[in-house]
Structure formats: structure tokens, C-alpha cells
């Protein structure tokens, strides 16, 4: 955005800017009073940083409110048509779409696009034309977007915009790719610590500072919250829930060991169950489709649960039990206040959920769990790219 603190955001004054936005995008709208007693600043210089950021048109007078007695203050928020943030939830044989106005409103999401992801450069670059005719043609003219995330599974680091899944080149950094692409600044994360920053974002007041997501899809992952951030670790791999040595199989997790708790608590753990039980021919609705075609796939596994098949139901909550097992670990070393389990399998509802709490209340230290709300997530399958536009906005703003 031409002439405006984006084009500098390590001046003093664009400190102060970007301090005015995190509020704004914390409590909807502040009067000049607020910003001066949130900010320790006097009420003339807050006047002029509020004037100019209605002049670049990131917030906007949103009109006066009622007091008890004396003048009535204006209130500013932020301006919803200031620019627009996309994100990418990206899968190997599909993505989704999300698009947030500046306030962070999703206005539009587009999911289920398909395409087969390939380690490659020109695979990449396909898939960014894609998402670019599909935010034109939902209205949104390209020259408005300010920034796009992009959320993949398996490890990432934002910082140094690699994916150790998707590897290009150790002289491409995937990041690279996509602002060549998409000409405007890029981000990427870890699905599951998009999800967590989405899910934390979008409960608002409601957000606990000390929250874990698990995402419990094909794979299992884990994004954390501490004091209201995201947690990345040394080297911005923190969150591989999925590979505690906590299980006693003889089970090879396709990190090459044995004993991880993916491989009991995951939608290819679940998938195994399944395939084993159906071989051994124990009675369920998949049966038949079954002894047909030698499979299943996972999306009829959890059509099954939705549609109250036992065995489906069974195995979900087996799967919970388990999941339930390593959750009380993740509490027993961070104590946080909410855990929010999200991910393809909590179509399951409470036939997951129940079985988590109740091996939680079983197993781990009542001192610590006492305090805990475990609930599923709000977003569903939106929460990736809800969190990519949003993890966009706050990078863009530098706000993280």
C-alpha cells in the first residue's frame, strides 16, 4: 500500500502505528482515550497517528459512544476494506481457500480445489495461478491483497521459509516461489500451528493465553499458544505430538521408529483398525464396499461414524483412548488452560471427545488437568486457512 507505515514498519512512529492496530484488532474499537492510557502517550500525538491511519485508511472513525455523563467519544476500529489477506490450506491432492478482509472477517471460503501437490517448481507456481483466478473470480480485485499464508503439513519453518516435505531446493526456499508468484509478501507455517493461531485468533475474548490445538487428521500434530503466541521451539519445529515414543507396538511410524503415538491416535491409525477388523470379517456397513475393492478410504471410515456404524464407532473411540493418553503428557508439562482438538476425525463429535476426557481424568495429575476446558474446534476444517489469512495480517503488520 502506497504511502503508508507498510512500506516501514521499524520507525518510531510505525511502532506506535502497529501498536494502535494490535489493539484495534484485540478489543474492535478504541477511542483516543483508551489508545493514550493503553499506550502511555498523550491524547495530541495519538490524535495525529489515528488521524493519519484514517488518512492511509487502515481504521476508521466507527462513530460516538453513549457515557454516563460529558461529551461522547468517538470509538476507531479497523477499516474491513483496507486490503484483503488470503489463505492456503494445503493438501497433496487438494487445498482450501480462505479470504479475510482487514478486519479479519472471512468473506469467502472455497474449499475441496483439487490438485495433486508435487515436490516441484513448476507444480507450485500452477497451484499459486489457481488460487489467483479463484480470488478474482470471488470478487476480489488481486491488487488488494496485501498477503497470502500458506499452511502445509509436516515441518516448516516460517522463518527461513522451508518445507521439509515439500522440499524444492536448498537455493528455493518454497516462501520464495510464492511471493515471486503472488507479488505481494508471503507466509508460510505448519497446518496444525495455523489451526492453533486460527482457533486462538477467532475465539476472541474467549481465548485462554495458554492453549494447545491437536489436529488429528491422516497424520497427528500439535500447535501451541503460550502467553498468547505461538510456540515454534529452537529451530521452529516445536508441536510433533504425533511422534512421542509412548506406545508399546511393534508398529513402524513412517518416521522410520516404532512406539509413536500417531500410530494409535491418527486417521491412519484409524484406517488400519478398520482394514483389520474387516479382514477378520466382524459385521459393519463398510463391509461391503470392503471385500469389493480390498480398501477403504478414510472419508468412508468417518461417513461410517457420522452414520452410527458400531464398528466405526468403536475403533473412533479406541482411537480417542489413546489420544486421550498422550494428551495427559502435553498437560502434565504445559498446563494450559484450553486444549481444542481439531482435524478431519472430529467428525466423530463426542464419540472422540468423551473417550479423550475420560482417559485425561484418568491419567494425568488432577492438580494440573483441574483447570483444563478440552473442547473441539469451532472452525473445523476451516480453522488452517482462517489462521493462514490471519497469521498473514499479523506478519504484514508486524505484529509477529
Request: proline share 3%; hydrophobic share 40%; glycine share 12%.
Amino acid at each position: 500500500m502506497p504511502n503508508s507505515f507498510l512500506n516501514d514498519i521499524s520507525g518510531k512512529s510505525a511502532n506506535v502505528k502497529r501498536e494502535i492496530l494490535r489493539l484495534c484488532i484485540a478489543h474492535n474499537n478504541y477511542s483516543i482515550a483508551d489508545f493514550s492510557r493503553a499506550l502511555g502517550i498523550s491524547v495530541p500525538t495519538i490524535t495525529k497517528f489515528v488521524s493519519e491511519l484514517i488518512d492511509e485508511n487502515f481504521i476508521k472513525d466507527e462513530g460516538k459512544v453513549g457515557t454516563s455523563g460529558g461529551r461522547r467519544p468517538s470509538v476507531y476500529g479497523l477499516n474491513p476494506d483496507a486490503g484483503y489477506f488470503v489463505g492456503v490450506d494445503v493438501a497433496r491432492h487438494h487445498f482450501h481457500i480462505a479470504i479475510s478482509d482487514f478486519k479479519g472477517e472471512i468473506i469467502s471460503y472455497i474449499q475441496d480445489i483439487e490438485f495433486v501437490l508435487e515436490a516441484n517448481e513448476n507444480s507450485f507456481r500452477t497451484m499459486c495461478r489457481m488460487v489467483m483466478d479463484q480470488v478474482i473470480e470471488s470478487g476480489i480485485p488481486w491488487i488488494k491483497v496485501l498477503g497470502v499464508g500458506v499452511s502445509l503439513s509436516g515441518r516448516v519453518n516460517p522463518e527461513k521459509g522451508y518445507s521439509l516435505t515439500y522440499f524444492v531446493s536448498d537455493d528455493l526456499p518454497l516462501k520464495s516461489i510464492f511471493q515471486k508468484e503472488f507479488n505481494v509478501p508471503v507466509t508460510i507455517e505448519n497446518d496444525s500451528r495455523a489451526m492453533a493461531y486460527g482457533e486462538y485468533m477467532s475465539l476472541g475474548k474467549k481465548a485462554d493465553p495458554d492453549m494447545i490445538f491437536i489436529n488429528v487428521s491422516w497424520g497427528l500434530g500439535m500447535g501451541i499458544i503460550m502467553d498468547g503466541r505461538l510456540y515454534y521451539g529452537k529451530s521452529g519445529y516445536s508441536g510433533e505430538l504425533g511422534h512421542f515414543p509412548v506406545l508399546d507396538n511393534d508398529i513402524i511410524c513412517r518416521c522410520g521408529k516404532v512406539g509413536c503415538l500417531e500410530t494409535g491416535a491418527s486417521g491412519s491409525a484409524l484406517h488400519r483398525m478398520i482394514i483389520e477388523k474387516l479382514k477378520k470379517g466382524q459385521a459393519s456397513t463398510m463391509a461391503e464396499n470392503y471385500h469389493k475393492k480390498g480398501d477403504v478410504e478414510l472419508d468412508e471410515i468417518l461417513r461410517a461414524v457420522e452414520e452410527g456404524d458400531v464398528l466405526a464407532i468403536d475403533a473412533i473411540g479406541q482411537i480417542g483412548d489413546t489420544l486421550g493418553r498422550g494428551i495427559s503428557g502435553v498437560l502434565n508439562v504445559f498446563n494450559p488452560g484450553l486444549v481444542v482438538i481439531g482435524g478431519r476425525l472430529i467428525v466423530g463429535k463426542d464419540y472422540l471427545l468423551l473417550p479423550i476426557k475420560t482417559a485425561v481424568n484418568r491419567l494425568s495429575l488432577p492438580r494440573v488437568s483441574s483447570d483444563t476446558s478440552i473442547v473441539l474446534s469451532q472452525l473445523g476444517r476451516k480453522a488452517a486457512s482462517v489462521g493462514d489469512c490471519l497469521l498473514s495480517r499479523s506478519r504484514v503488520l508486524g505484529l509477529m
